[in-house]
């Protein structure tokens, strides 16, 4: 029982600082959301690891996370090819990355967020992409990586290491914890880039 209580008031300690960091970054107004995706846009398209991949994971945004169009609309001024990622239809927990091009058709997902409509023909293998840009609810200054929940870049970066992909995880400066409380299954991140900062841990590339 004891055992019990502690896993509850662990994954509740988790969720309440869930709360408090999705409620902070909703607050951001809608300026300092525009000033910052700018900021952070500028920052991943000067970053060295970007100007030497050619396929590219983002993520469109929802729920106050960094807006990402304006890093969308430049990747793809620079020629990459730029992937988002899918629920995948038959193996729960799991994502598919497909390809995004301006005139790709977008549907929402089971949690009202837009995704390529499912086309086998414009999967990519997560192994190919060049780099994965990950989103998150909170970090910290160990590079650990707090998501919403239903641990769907944990499974899909956890042996990155393995492949060629390289992830980086974005986040609004608000959204750094003095420490995340870590599961056995989260996978800490290489580097974060903030609007302000870039945080690197080169013991974890």
Request: glycine content about 6%; hydrophobic content about 45%.
């Amino acid at each position: 029982m004891l055992i019990m209580s502690f896993q509850s008031q662990y994954a509740q300690q988790r969720q309440n600082i869930r709360n408090r960091i999705r409620q902070r970054r909703r607050a951001l107004t809608p300026e300092q959301q525009h000033d910052f995706a700018l900021q952070m846009a500028d920052r991943i398209a000067a970053h060295p690891r970007i100007l030497a991949a050619q396929s590219v994971a983002v993520f469109l945004s929802f729920d106050g996370e960094l807006d990402t169009a304006p890093l969308i609309e430049r990747l793809w001024r620079q020629g990459l090819q730029v992937y988002l990622p899918v629920l995948h239809p038959f193996s729960a927990g799991n994502l598919l990355f497909l390809r995004y091009a301006p005139d790709t058709l977008l549907v929402n997902n089971r949690f009202h967020i837009l995704e390529p409509q499912l086309d086998v023909r414009h999967v990519l293998p997560v192994g190919e992409l060049d780099v994965v840009l990950t989103p998150l609810v909170a970090f910290d200054s160990a590079g650990q990586r707090l998501g919403m929940g239903g641990g769907f870049y944990d499974r899909t970066l956890q042996n990155w290491q393995l492949t060629g992909l390289y992830p980086i995880g974005l986040a609004h400066d608000c959204q750094q914890v003095e420490k995340v409380p870590v599961e056995h299954w989260d996978i800490p991140l290489p580097e974060i880039i903030t609007p302000s900062q870039n945080w690197v841990w080169r013991e974890l590339e």
